[in-house]
C-alpha cells in the first residue's frame, strides 16, 4: 500500500479497519468487488496512517475500544501525541474518538454524524478534512454539512464511486 501526494489538508479525521479481522473482511470484499487484490496487515495500514501527517496537524481517528492500543503506539513512534480519548457508541457499537497533536472540544452528542459535524463548526481554523479510509462517505457528508472541504480516499473502486457521488 502507498499513499500520493494529496492537496493541503488542515485536519485528518478518519475510521481506520478496527483490526486485522475488519481488515481481511474489506480485503475480501475488494477481491469481489474488483479482481484486486491486497494484502495489508493493521500495522502496515495505521503505519501509514500515522506517516500521512506531521505531528502539528490535528488528527481524530475513531477506533475500537478493543485494539486501540495499536493506534496509539504507532502515532507515538512517529511523534504523534494523543491528547484526549473519548468513548462513544454509535449503533450499539462502542468505539474511542482519539485526538492527536491539538486539543480540541468534541460536541457532546449521541448521533456520529453530529459528532463530526458540531465538532467542526467549532474548530474556525480547519478549513479542509482529509480523510484516507473513506469507505462509502459517512465522513464526507459530516463534514461537507460543517461547510467545510472533504478529501477522501478509498481502494475500492466500487465504494469509491459512491464516494464520489456525495461530492459532487
Not at 478496527?18 to 495500514?45: H, P
Not at 497533536?101 to 474556525?124: A, C, G, M, R, V
Request: aromatic share 10%; charged share 30%; proline share 4%.
Amino acid at each position: 500500500m502507498e499513499w500520493t501526494e494529496f492537496p493541503a489538508y488542515d485536519m485528518i479525521w478518519t475510521d481506520p479497519p478496527w483490526e486485522q479481522k475488519m481488515v481481511n473482511f474489506f480485503q475480501t470484499i475488494m477481491k469481489r468487488d474488483s479482481g484486486k487484490e491486497a494484502k495489508n496487515t493493521i500495522t502496515a495500514i495505521i503505519t501509514q496512517l500515522a506517516m500521512l501527517s506531521d505531528n502539528k496537524k490535528l488528527m481524530v481517528v475513531e477506533y475500537s475500544i478493543t485494539g486501540h492500543e495499536l493506534v496509539v503506539d504507532v502515532m507515538k513512534k512517529y511523534g504523534h501525541t494523543l491528547k484526549a480519548k473519548h468513548q462513544r457508541t454509535y449503533d450499539k457499537r462502542p468505539f474511542l474518538v482519539l485526538i492527536f497533536n491539538q486539543d480540541i472540544d468534541l460536541f457532546d452528542t449521541k448521533n456520529e454524524s453530529e459528532l463530526i459535524t458540531k465538532t467542526l463548526d467549532k474548530l474556525e481554523n480547519i478549513n479542509v478534512v482529509f480523510d484516507p479510509f473513506a469507505g462509502i462517505g459517512f465522513t464526507a457528508k459530516a463534514v461537507r454539512k460543517a461547510g467545510k472541504k472533504y478529501i477522501g480516499s478509498e481502494i475500492n473502486p466500487h465504494r469509491f464511486k459512491r464516494l464520489e457521488a456525495i461530492n459532487k
